[in-house]
């Protein structure tokens, strides 16, 4: 029996439907939500291991907006890349030509290894008209406070690449392993919240196509951060990030905003790297707030309620 969503209520209000399309070559899954006339549409990109679900309860906590939220190619119900490695170039061409496809001129949203391809493909050309970034990865993983933890995860996935196939995948998909990757990133103390987190992890995170794409994608998600890419988005951007997330420390986050033409950063404390799940609503209003901010900006020069001289 699953663990019951303390969000469930809210998203069962907002409508949903599966859709699939074909992007150079690669079957992409995913989900729209919400009303299919409403005036803003966020496409957003879930983050490493996981897949469209764990966006679900910001968008339950957005309901006037459309969203369209694909599995990134292989994970969850999208294949991998026929052709070529699972690498930033690659996820960043794919998003753009994702975009273009299914979600023309969307603001782009992207969570933890979401937020390194939304923002190199926003760098490289995707046209939207801001970008949202929750959890950003704004500094090297293996250089944070986890540095150590994440060499050996290194260590983890390349032995599961390289085990015998029944070997290999059986330690990737291990549910022991899962559980201890959920216990180390959860930051509440609501035990029904807990519970719903790890059964969520539990659910989706071994919903990888095979372990070689899954290895390639974890070396591209260490192997880069939203810095490099900071320096040539041209449109406004958000930056949600958490005061407790020991992944990307705030103080790293707060340089990342720096880096940025034009950036805000709002801060969430109580929380770590899982700000999608434990702080959805917080998330949610900060988004708004930006969306709005943003709405007004562009129709300024074009008001005419201003006052001219």
């Known amino acids: 029996m699953h663990a019951p969503s303390p969000y469930s209520e809210l998203l069962n209000r907002v409508p949903e439907t599966r ?14 939500y919400g009303p299919a006339e ?21 968008v339950a906590h957005l309901p006037g907006v459309r969203w369209i939220m694909p599995d990134l190619p292989g994970f969850g119900e999208t294949a991998p890349f026929a052709d070529g490695d699972h690498d930033l170039d690659a996820y960043a061409a794919w998003l753009t030509a994702f975009a273009n496809a299914a979600a023309p001129a969307a603001v782009i949203l992207g969570h933890s290894f979401g937020s390194i391809v939304a923002a190199a493909a926003v760098a490289r050309g995707l046209a939207t008209p801001c970008l949202v970034l929750v959890n950003p990865i704004g500094a090297p993983a293996l250089e944070g406070p ?27 998909r291990a549910p022991v392993i899962v559980r201890l990757m959920s216990i180390a990133m959860a930051r509440t103390r609501d035990r029904r919240l807990r519970r ?5 992890h539990d659910r989706f995170f071994s919903r990888f196509a095979n372990r070689e794409s899954l290895r390639q994608a974890f070396v591209t998600s260490v192997s880069h951060d939203v810095r490099e890419s900071a320096a040539g988005v ?3 951007t958000l930056l949600v990030a958490a005061v407790q997330d020991d992944i990307t420390p705030i103080a790293a986050e707060r340089r990342l905003r720096e880096l940025f033409d034009d950036a805000s950063l709002v801060e969430i404390d109580g929380v770590g790297h899982l700000i999608h799940y434990e702080k959805p609503r917080e998330a949610a209003a900060a988004i708004g707030d930006f969306l709005s901010g943003a709405s007004r900006a562009e129709r300024a020069p074009s008001d005419p309620s201003r006052d001219t001289e």
């Not at 803003?40 to 309860?57: N, S």
């Not at 986890?146 to 990737?172: C, M, N, S």
């Not at 719903?196 to 969520?200: G, S």
Request: cysteine-free; aromatic content about 12%.
């Open 19 to 32: 859709r699939t399309v074909d992007v150079n070559g690669t079957t992409t899954a995913y989900w729209e």
């Open 38 to 58: 409403a005036e803003t549409t966020i496409l957003a990109v879930h983050g490493f291991r996981g897949d469209h679900h764990g966006l679900e309860p910001v």
């Open 146 to 172: 986890r540095g150590i933890l994440t060499r050996l995860a290194v260590f983890y996935y390349w032995a599961g690449a390289r085990l015998p196939e029944k070997l290999g995948t059986g330690l990737l």
């Open 196 to 200: 719903w987190i790890h059964d969520q």
């Open 234 to 236: 041209a449109v406004p």
